[in-house]
C-alpha cells in the first residue's frame, strides 16, 4: 500500500541534505520513543520506515534516482494547486508517496503524527477500522494485532487536532475532535490514562465553548441552548454559583464569578431566570440576587407584574443579612403597594440614593415621584444591560402603570398574602440580622467583593475570542462597576429615617404621579435641578456579577483561650475559698459534740463574714478593663430589652438605652412594623457565651468587636393567636455586635 509520505519527510530532513546530516538525523529519529502505550510492535514499524528511508538516501545512486520521482511529483504537486484541482483525491495522485507494508502501517501513523498530520492520520486510520461485527473481539484482535495500536494512534490524533483548534480559538471544533476520540477508546475499552487525559480536556474547554455558543445569534435557538446545558453543568458540578467544589475547568472561586460575570451580557432575560431561580433553590445568596435582577428586568419590561412578586419574595431570604431594603422599595412601587415601599426606605442605609430621591420629591407631600424616577433610571440604566435582549429596550413608568394588564394585576393582588409575606420575612430576618447566616460551605468560599468580577462585554454576532483564563471575548460596553446608579459612599450626613411616603398607598395615586413626570423624567412645574443621577461611589461596596451583592464577610476570631483558662482557674480558686469557708463557719456553729476550743475564742459573728469578702453585685460587675465581662452585660441587657420591645404591649423604652446607630434605627422599624401589623413575640434567653472580644482589654477603647453564642426561644402571635410555623425553640445561634462607648456607656451600634 501508499501512504503520502517521503523519505526526507521521515527523517526530518530537506532534499539539500549532506551525507553527514543524513546520518545524525537517522540516529536521532532512531533514538525516539513514542508515547509509552504503543507497542513493541508499532515501535518497530517505524524503526523500519525510518532504517528504510536512510538506506534509500544514504546510497548516492539509489538517492539521485529517488530525487528524479520526488522533484517530479512535487512539480505535479504544484501545476495541480496552481490550476485549482480542490478534490483531495486530485492531490493525493500528486503527493509525493512510498509503497509500504500493510503491517507497516502503524509506524507510517506514527510518524505522520509526530509531523503534525492529524487529519490525514484520521483518514488513513479509519479506513483500517471497518470490523466485522459478527466477529468476537478477541479474535478481531488476534487477526489485527496491530488493531489497539492504530485505535492510540487516532486517539492521540483527536486530541492533538482538538487542541490545536483550541488555540485558533475554534471551541466547538475542538470539542468534536476531542469527543471522537474519547468515544472511540471508551468504545473499545482501551488506555484509560490516555481517556482520562482527553476528558481533561473537555472539562477545561466548557468555559469556552459556553462563551462561544451563547454569543451567538438569538436566533441560533438550539447552539445557545447547549451553551446553557454546559452552564447548568458547571454549577451542578461546583455545587453552585458560589460553590467550592471542583468542576475541573482550572477556574477558582473568584475566577468563575468573573466568568459568569462576562457571561451575563450573552444571555437573555428569560436564559438568567432559568438559570439563577435554580441557584436560588441551592440556596445561594449570589443566585438569588441574579435571580432578583432577572425577574425585575422581565416584569418591567415585558411589564409582567407577576414575575415582580416573585423578585419581591425572594429579596426576603436576603434582607436579614444584606442591605436590599432599596430592591424592596422598587418592587413595592411597581406593586402599587408604596406603604411597604416606604417602610422599606425607612430600613435603607443607601444614603446617595435616598437623597436623590429626596431632592426629587421637593415641593411633593411625599416620596414617590423621587422614588419613581429613582426605580426608573435605575431599571434602565443598571439592570436592562446586563441582559442581551433588554440593553436597548425602552421602558417607562408610565408605559408600564398604562398596560391594562399591569393594572387588572395590581388592583387584584391579595393584600392578605403580602402582609403574610411580611410576617413571614419578619420571622425570618428576626433571627437572621443578629446571625451569620452562610453555611460552612459558603463561609468556606473568598469573600465577593468588586475584585470577583472583571468587566463585561457586550453580546457579539462573531464568535469570541480568548484573552486571559476566564475573559473570553471581545472588548465591547463596559459594564457598570455597581449594581446601582447610586450607593452609599460611607460619607454623607443624610438621615435613614425616610417619611411621608405611606400617604399614598393605592394604585391610582402612583398612577397619579407618574402621569406628572415629564418625558425626561422630572415632576412637570418641579423646580428641581434635572441633572443625571450621581455616579455610584465605588467605595465601600461589593459588586456580584457586576451587581452589588453585599455579601458579608464572614469573621469569626478564634476564641482566647489563654484568658478563659485565667478566668476559669480564678473562678474555681474563688469557689474553693467560699466553700472551705463556709464548711469551717458551720463546724463553729453546729458542732455540739466537738471538743472545747482552747484559748481566746474567736470574734464571729452570724451576720459577718470571718474576712473581708467582695460583695456578688461588685464581684459580678465587670472591671473597666474586662472586655468579656462589658460584652456579656451589654448583651445580656440587650436580649432583655428586646424581649420588652417585641412583647404584647410594645415597651421600646429601652431600646435607646442599649442600642445605637443602624442597630437602633433597624430595631425600632421593626417593632412600629410589629404593632402596626398586630403581631408580637415572646423571646426567652438562655446564656450568654461571649466566644471572643476584641480588643481584651477595654481600659483604652470605644469600640468593641464580640461573637457571642446565644440560646433563644421565640413564640409569634398574630391577632393575638399563636402561630407555630414561625416559632421556635431553643435556637442556638452565633451572633457578632459592634460595640461603642458613648459618653462612658457602652451600647451595641451594629449586628453582624
Not at 146 to 175: F, K, M, T
Not at 219 to 248: C, F, S, T, W, Y
Not at 273 to 292: C, K
Not at 414 to 424: D, F, G, H, V
Request: net charge negative; aromatic share 6%; with cysteine.
Amino acid at each position: 500500500m501508499r501512504i503520502p509520505l517521503d523519505y526526507y519527510r521521515i527523517l526530518g530532513l530537506p532534499i539539500q541534505a549532506t551525507a553527514e546530516q543524513l546520518k545524525q538525523s537517522h540516529r536521532d529519529r532512531t533514538l525516539q520513543v513514542p508515547r509509552r502505550e504503543y507497542s513493541e510492535l508499532a515501535i518497530e514499524s517505524r524503526r523500519q520506515l525510518i532504517d528504510l528511508a536512510y538506506s534509500v538516501l544514504g546510497d548516492s545512486m539509489r538517492r539521485a534516482e529517488y530525487d528524479q520521482e520526488f522533484l517530479a511529483a512535487s512539480k505535479s504537486l504544484s501545476q495541480s494547486l496552481a490550476q485549482g484541482a480542490g478534490q483531495t483525491e486530485d492531490l493525493d495522485a500528486h503527493v509525493p508517496s512510498i509503497e509500504i507494508e500493510d503491517h507497516q502501517l502503524v509506524g507510517g501513523l506514527l510518524i505522520l503524527l509526530e509531523l503534525g498530520e492529524y487529519e490525514l492520520v484520521l483518514r488513513l486510520g479509519r479506513a483500517h477500522l471497518k470490523r466485522d461485527d459478527s466477529t468476537p473481539e478477541g479474535q478481531q484482535l488476534k487477526a489485527q494485532p496491530a488493531l489497539p495500536d492504530i485505535i492510540l494512534s487516532l486517539a492521540v490524533a483527536c486530541l492533538e487536532l482538538g487542541r490545536e483548534e483550541w488555540q485558533q480559538n475554534h471551541y466547538e471544533h475542538a470539542a468534536e475532535s476531542l469527543e471522537t476520540g474519547r468515544e472511540l477508546l471508551l468504545r473499545e475499552d482501551l488506555f484509560p490514562v490516555l481517556r482520562a487525559e482527553i476528558q481533561s480536556d473537555l472539562y477545561k474547554l466548557r468555559p469556552y465553548r459556553c462563551l462561544e455558543l451563547i454569543a451567538r445569534p438569538l436566533e441560533q435557538k438550539q447552539p445557545r441552548q447547549e451553551g446553557v446545558n454546559l452552564l447548568r453543568g458547571m454549577l451542578q458540578d461546583r455545587g453552585g454559583i458560589d460553590g467550592a467544589d471542583d468542576d475541573l475547568s482550572g477556574l477558582g472561586v473568584d475566577d468563575f464569578l468573573r466568568f459568569v460575570q462576562q457571561l451575563r451580557g450573552y444571555l437573555t432575560a428569560a436564559e438568567q431566570q432559568e438559570v439563577f431561580e435554580a441557584e436560588a433553590q441551592r440556596p445561594s445568596a449570589v443566585g438569588t440576587y441574579l435571580a432578583v435582577y432577572a425577574l425585575l428586568a422581565r416584569g418591567f419590561a415585558q411589564h409582567q407584574p407577576a414575575l415582580i412578586r416573585r423578585a419581591k419574595q425572594m429579596l426576603l431570604r436576603l434582607s436579614g443579612r444584606q442591605d436590599v431594603h432599596l430592591e424592596q422599595a422598587v418592587c413595592a412601587v411597581l406593586l402599587g403597594q408604596t406603604e411597604e415601599a416606604s417602610r422599606a426606605l425607612e430600613l435603607s442605609q443607601e444614603y446617595e440614593p435616598l437623597a436623590f430621591i429626596r431632592e426629587h420629591s421637593q415641593g411633593s407631600p411625599d416620596l414617590l415621584p423621587g422614588l419613581c424616577l429613582y426605580a426608573e433610571n435605575w431599571l434602565q440604566q443598571e439592570v436592562f444591560p446586563f441582559f442581551r435582549d433588554l440593553d436597548q429596550a425602552p421602558a417607562t413608568l408610565k408605559d408600564y402603570f398604562a398596560d391594562s394588564s399591569v393594572q387588572t394585576f395590581l388592583e387584584n393582588l391579595p393584600l392578605a398574602n403580602e402582609r403574610s409575606n411580611r410576617q413571614s420575612s419578619w420571622a425570618q430576618s428576626s433571627q437572621e440580622t443578629e446571625r451569620e447566616t452562610f453555611s460552612e460551605r459558603s463561609a468556606a468560599s473568598p469573600a465577593l467583593t468588586a475584585a470577583s468580577f472583571g468587566q463585561s462585554s457586550a453580546p457579539a454576532e462573531s464568535d469570541p475570542t480568548y484573552e486571559g483564563p476566564f475573559t473570553l471575548g471581545k472588548p465591547g460596553r463596559e459594564m457598570g462597576s455597581g449594581d446601582r446608579p447610586f450607593s452609599s459612599s460611607g460619607t454623607g450626613n443624610v438621615t435613614s429615617n425616610v417619611t411621608g411616603l405611606g400617604q399614598t398607598a393605592n394604585l391610582s395615586s402612583v398612577a397619579e404621579k407618574i402621569s406628572q413626570l415629564s418625558p425626561s423624567g422630572q415632576l412637570v412645574g418641579n423646580s428641581v435641578d434635572q441633572s443625571e443621577p450621581p455616579a455610584r461611589s465605588r467605595e465601600n461596596t461589593d459588586s456580584v456579577g457586576g451587581t452589588a451583592l453585599r455579601a458579608r464577610r464572614s469573621r469569626r476570631p478564634s476564641p482566647k483561650w489563654g484568658r478563659l483558662a485565667a478566668v476559669i482557674l480564678a473562678g474555681l480558686l474563688c469557689l474553693g475559698l467560699a466553700g472551705i469557708l463556709a464548711m469551717r463557719v458551720i463546724g463553729l456553729l453546729g458542732s455540739s459534740s466537738s471538743p472545747e476550743i482552747e484559748g481566746e475564742p474567736l470574734d464571729i459573728e452570724i451576720n459577718q463574714p470571718p474576712i473581708e469578702t467582695e460583695s456578688p453585685d461588685a464581684a459580678a460587675a465587670p472591671s473597666p478593663a474586662d472586655a468579656a465581662g462589658i460584652a456579656e452585660t451589654t448583651i445580656t441587657q440587650w436580649l432583655e430589652t428586646k424581649q420588652a420591645a417585641y412583647a404584647s404591649d410594645y415597651d421600646s423604652s429601652g431600646l435607646e438605652d442599649v442600642l445605637t446607630g443602624s442597630a437602633l434605627s433597624r430595631s425600632q422599624g421593626k417593632v412600629q412594623t410589629a404593632q402596626a401589623d398586630d403581631w408580637y413575640v415572646d423571646y426567652t434567653h438562655g446564656d450568654v457565651k461571649v466566644l471572643s472580644v476584641e480588643p481584651e482589654d477595654a481600659t483604652d477603647a470605644d469600640q468593641l468587636s464580640v461573637e457571642a453564642e446565644v440560646t433563644e426561644s421565640a413564640t409569634f402571635y398574630e391577632a393575638g393567636q399563636r402561630v407555630d410555623q414561625y416559632s421556635y425553640t431553643d435556637d442556638v445561634v452565633t451572633i457578632g455586635y459592634d460595640l461603642v462607648r458613648q459618653d462612658g456607656q457602652w451600647l451595641i451600634e451594629q449586628f453582624r
